[in-house]
């Protein structure tokens, strides 16, 4: 089944030229099939292209998807045009009352921030709670993965030396979960970010299963038993020339950046850089709506109901 989108999103012309089949809100409704429902809490600054790698990566399914843009109201976007937030994002006091198959959150570029020092850090906790109660399961990426660990577990963050940047060869930790399904025994992902979290913390929290890893990049994912929250450090929705974007903004800021790690054939940032986490990242998102939400969803989500 094709994802279905708000009419008009930009990123329904871009993944079509990518041969991607995407269902506008016009045509899904003459479809009598009940979609899931997903709402994104989209935190990165150029929310049109993160947008649009999440909906290439939701639509590889055959579920159909319907999806909610959710924006922080005590946050201005200064990277997004003010006609686009209006036209496709909602506040959270205007969606609270719904109910969710399932939730995620992004990155944001606020990492080297206490907690507690983004602007925003008080309504999105409160998103964080109101979602143990209104959506079957959530996926929470990158800083925001450890936002998420911090607030429900008391999980630190902590700063590295130097900026994890590149792309990682990563291994299960438990090829029997469904969310592994498919996978191979090792597999990359691409990560860009400033802190970490440690295996040796999240251990001592009884609810959560690290189920993912690196031995150059360390803990990529973390899932409570229940399977209702999965915290990912890295970013498998990335496109083909998100690091390369980032690499050479930075180098344009004169910012400290090097080249990121097993990314560019050579290491020559002058080659295309090479994709060898799309299989991965189709697989994530495919297995999670399947067996996470699918599978555990009440067919009338006015009868989701958690004990939290």
């Known amino acids: 089944m094709p994802i279905n989108v708000p009419d008009q999103l930009p990123a329904i012309e871009l993944l079509q030229k990518e041969n991607i089949f995407i269902m506008d809100e016009s045509r899904a409704a003459h479809q009598d099939i009940r979609p899931l429902k997903i709402i994104i809490v989209n935190l990165m600054p150029i929310k049109i ?32 045009p003010d006609v686009h937030m209006k036209a496709f994002y909602k506040t959270f006091d205007e969606l609270k009352f719904k109910n969710y198959d399932g939730m995620i959150f992004t990155g944001a570029p606020v990492e080297m921030l206490p907690f507690e020092d983004v602007t925003y850090w008080k309504e999105l906790t409160e998103i964080f709670d109101w979602s143990k109660s209104h959506v079957t399961s959530s996926l929470f990426i990158c800083w925001a993965a450890q936002a998420g660990l911090f607030h429900f577990y008391g999980v630190p963050k902590y700063p590295l030396s130097k900026k994890m940047f590149g792309v990682f060869k990563h291994r299960n930790l438990n090829d029997t979960l469904p969310i592994f399904r498919g996978f191979d025994d090792e597999y990359f992902v691409p990560h860009s970010r400033h ?40 970013h498998s929705e990335y496109s083909r020339y998100t690091l390369d974007t980032e690499y050479k903004r930075d180098l344009k800021k004169k910012l400290p950046i090097e080249i990121p790690d097993n990314y560019y054939p050579d290491n020559d940032p002058e080659k295309e850089p090479l994709m060898r986490w799309r299989g991965h990242a189709n697989l994530l998102i495919s297995n999670w709506l399947n067996y996470y939400v699918y599978q555990q969803t009440p067919y009338n989500l006015d009868n989701l109901c958690f004990d939290i």
Do not use: A, C
Request: overall charge negative.
């Open 49 to 80: 292209t993160t947008e649009t790698d999440l909906i290439r990566l939701l639509s590889n399914t055959p579920l159909q998807v319907e999806i909610d843009f959710l924006r922080m109201k005590g946050h201005e976007s200064k990277n997004t």
């Open 195 to 234: 802190t970490e979290v440690l295996e040796k913390d999240i251990q001592k929290v009884p609810e959560l299963n690290i189920v993912s890893k690196s031995e150059e990049s360390g803990v990529n994912m973390v899932m409570t038993y229940d399977g209702r929250q999965f915290f990912v450090t890295g």
